[in-house]
């Protein structure tokens, strides 16, 4: 199974930008779709992107769509999110995911990591 390990997250003040990143280890990332997700206190993990194999189809939530941006490194095993235009809403947890679905709903992922903490202020 793949081990996940996600980093870059951090305090920004809104209108900023971060670039998450997700290192695969133990198998090879191009065996999966993959997903960013994120949960704020107190509510449930939301979709934010997905990703397929190859990194040619990507699918983004409404609320970050124009915001956000998935892509992937095969080569680096490493995906990454760049958030721009970050606002307080964004704060949150934000895990990356492994599947084998192309789906922005989190059920279907089965590896995940540990999660990275965004908090934006204002």
């Known amino acids: 199974q793949v081990h996940l390990v996600e980093s870059g997250g951090g305090l920004v003040q809104a209108g900023g930008s971060l670039r998450l990143s997700c290192a695969a280890s133990g198998r090879t990332l191009s065996d999966y779709v993959m997903g960013w997700f994120r949960q704020a206190p107190g509510k449930e993990r939301d979709s934010v992107a997905a990703i397929d194999w190859s990194g040619t189809r990507t699918f983004y939530a409404d609320s970050v769509k124009g915001q956000f941006t998935i892509s992937r490194d095969n080569a680096k095993n490493t995906m990454y999110l760049q958030m721009n235009s970050l606002k307080p809403e964004d704060t949150a947890v934000y895990f990356c995911?492994?599947?084998?679905?192309?789906?922005?709903?989190?059920?279907?992922?089965?590896?995940w990591g540990q999660g990275t903490q965004v908090t934006v202020s204002q």
């Open positions: 995911a492994a599947g084998s679905t192309l789906t922005l709903q989190p059920k279907p992922y089965y590896s």
